[in-house]
């Protein structure tokens, strides 16, 4: 099953901050956190491996609950650069290597 | 910087034909994945392969067959295409292996299918 994220879109101005969620219904071995601009391929942004563990990228940080087996992602200050879709990808205990993605998130930043 | 290669950016076929989208990466890594991505469903995983000539059903294999019988490719196959298979098809490779990386997907650019 698909992890379920939250808002399935956004719409703010340069500066302003955004949180995105992501809710598994399945035990999570990790939480992998992916950007795609239009037209591009998905690009990497941060794993989250522990249970409470937040990672940090530039102005982007995630969290992790292990026991709520929740993620979200925080995007302080956002610049026009940080347009685009956000998926977040679970992966299960049992079965290692293989992501399941959300639906995603599409951000879009307003001058 | 890992590369992941799909042949073609778009596709134009017709019902019934028979389709393949190639794939190639080039970080000797093990595991390789085939996704579709269509609005509002994110990415859907079809099929992804661990090993050489190892294959594993994602959630949609329905319609849809790969290959892989280099480490470094991995073809997905469209036996008799339809038209509810137009859609963005992503490629992806990862490593297990990789302590700094480890499982990390890299993506290709994607292939644009059209359906007629």
């Known amino acids: 099953q698909q992890p379920v994220q939250s808002p399935q879109a956004v719409i703010l101005r340069e500066g302003e901050d955004a949180v995105i969620n992501c809710s598994s219904s399945?035990?999570?071995?990790?939480v992998h956190w992916y950007r795609q601009k239009h037209g591009e391929a998905p690009v990497f942004l941060m794993i989250?491996?522990?249970?409470?563990e937040q990672k940090g990228h530039e102005k982007i940080s995630a969290s992790f609950n292990e026991k709520k087996q929740q993620s979200s992602l925080y995007l302080t200050a956002s610049q026009l650069s940080y347009s685009g879709t956000y998926f977040c990808?679970?992966?299960?205990?049992?079965?290692?290597?293989?992501?399941?993605f959300g639906s995603g998130t599409r951000l879009s930043i307003r001058p | 910087d890992v590369k992941v290669t799909q042949s073609s950016r778009y596709l134009v076929k017709r019902t019934g034909e028979k389709v393949f989208l190639e794939c190639v990466q080039d970080?000797?890594?093990?595991?390789m994945f085939w996704y579709r991505q269509d609005p509002g469903l994110g990415l859907r995983l079809i099929y992804f392969?661990?090993?050489?000539?190892?294959?594993e059903k994602g959630d949609i294999p329905e319609g849809y067959s790969v290959s892989r019988e280099k480490k470094e490719r991995f073809s997905l196959i469209l036996e008799s295409a339809s038209t509810n298979q137009t859609s963005m098809y992503l490629c992806?490779?990862?490593?297990?292996?990789?302590?700094?990386?480890?499982?990390?997907?890299?993506f290709g650019a994607g292939t644009r299918l059209s359906v007629l």
């Open positions: 992806a490779s990862s490593s297990p292996l990789d302590d700094l990386a480890k499982n990390i997907q890299y």
């Open positions: 399945k035990a999570l071995y990790s």
């Open positions: 989250l491996l522990k249970g409470g």
């Open positions: 990808g679970s992966e299960g205990i049992s079965s290692a290597s293989k992501i399941i």
């Open positions: 970080m000797d890594h093990e595991n």
């Open positions: 392969s661990y090993d050489v000539k190892m294959k």
